[in-house]
């Protein structure tokens, strides 16, 4: 937990815009904070009970998987921008028995804490676990589910004929977009619990001049 604050503490300092404003509406917000650490503590419980470093690992990565899951719907919100009667559904959808304005403040809270906690976790497996798991592999996990989540939501919301049309694509292409989140999770879960050389992970990055190749990075 002290790792964990201090991420957060320097996350509020932090050149990334969307990094900076969700810890610093945990960090001004006493209650907030009292929310966050006692979610956080008990994402933490599963990964510090095992006594094996390998099972805590393992445990690290699902937890960070299960994070990326878990703030994907406000990020759909905040990136398309439905209109709000579309909101209202899609809310329904996710947050059965209740009511509109409660569900989007919950979704709100639950954005916040996750988000949280999920740059802990991507710290944690840096500075404590050398773990190369939740570096590259993991952002290229979260760019898949946020493919694949987007198309759930775009053809839940389809209304008008030309909607429809619009999504046809992705309705040929979600049980593929699912496939492969299915066995990005996997790989990432299965990968070698060996240490890494962060500089040669760091000169790998893509850059303007390079080509991601999605495929070798989770089949390490």
Request: proline share 5%; hydrophobic share 40%; aromatic share 6%.
């Amino acid at each position: 937990m002290r790792e964990s604050e201090s991420r957060i503490e320097m996350a509020a300092d932090s050149s990334s815009p969307a990094d900076r404003l969700v810890t610093l509406r945990v960090l001004q917000h006493p209650a907030e904070f009292t929310r966050w650490e006692a979610h956080h503590d008990q994402l933490m419980r599963p990964v510090s009970a095992p006594r094996r470093l390998s099972q805590q690992i393992v445990a690290l990565r699902a937890t960070a998987i299960a994070l990326v899951h878990r703030k994907a719907l406000f990020e759909y919100l905040r990136a398309r921008r439905p209109a709000e009667a579309k909101r209202r559904r899609l809310l329904a959808l996710f947050h059965r028995c209740r009511n509109y304005g409660h569900a989007l403040l919950a979704e709100h809270g639950n954005y916040v804490r996750c988000s949280s906690s999920y740059l802990c976790t991507q710290h944690l497996a840096e500075h404590l676990m050398r773990d190369p798991a939740l570096d590259a592999p993991l952002r290229l996990y979260e760019e898949w589910y946020r493919d694949y989540f987007q198309a759930y939501c775009d053809l839940e919301l389809a209304e008008t004929e030309e909607e429809k049309a619009a999504c046809l694509a992705q309705e040929c292409l979600q049980t593929l977009l699912k496939h492969r989140v299915t066995k990005g999770r996997r790989a990432i879960l299965a990968m070698p619990l060996r240490p890494v050389d962060w500089d040669e992970v760091r000169i790998r990055e893509a850059s303007g001049d390079t080509m991601k190749l999605p495929a070798l990075v989770l089949k390490h």
